[in-house]
């Protein structure tokens, strides 16, 4: 009942910009947390940033003056604005989103992974 969809990702040169969007659709009655995570080939999954209403946001410290992330909640959108990136920001990029549905049952969902990709 519940999607979650990136898009945005891509090729870009080191120092370059990218913005991430992702959208959650669905039977939703309220998003509590929304964030991204990543993930290089042969690594583990990563925090990159989180937002939510009760705790505000959170950065990964390697991601911290470069990345910001923002959430229109009317929409059930967030966004991540990748600025300076480097060629260690190569990764699958995932969207989280912790929600309660329409039945009141609270799920976390995870989108299919939008690849960015940064040449050096």
């Known amino acids: 009942q519940v999607q979650v969809v990136e898009s945005g990702g891509g090729l870009v040169q080191a120092g370059g910009s990218l913005r991430l969007s992702c959208a959650a659709s669905?039977?939703?009655?309220?998003?509590?947390?929304m964030g991204w995570y990543r993930q290089a080939p042969g690594k583990q999954r990563e925090l990159v940033a989180d937002i939510s209403s009760s705790i505000g946001t959170r950065y990964q410290d390697s991601v911290k003056g470069r990345f910001t992330i923002s959430r229109d909640t009317a929409k059930n959108t967030v966004y991540l604005q990748m600025n300076s990136l480097r060629p260690e920001d190569t990764a699958v990029y995932y969207c989280k989103a912790t929600i309660t549905t329409t039945a009141y049952s609270t799920y976390t969902s995870w989108g299919q992974g939008t690849q960015v990709t940064v040449s050096s």
């Open positions: 669905g039977s939703i009655r309220s998003v509590h947390t």
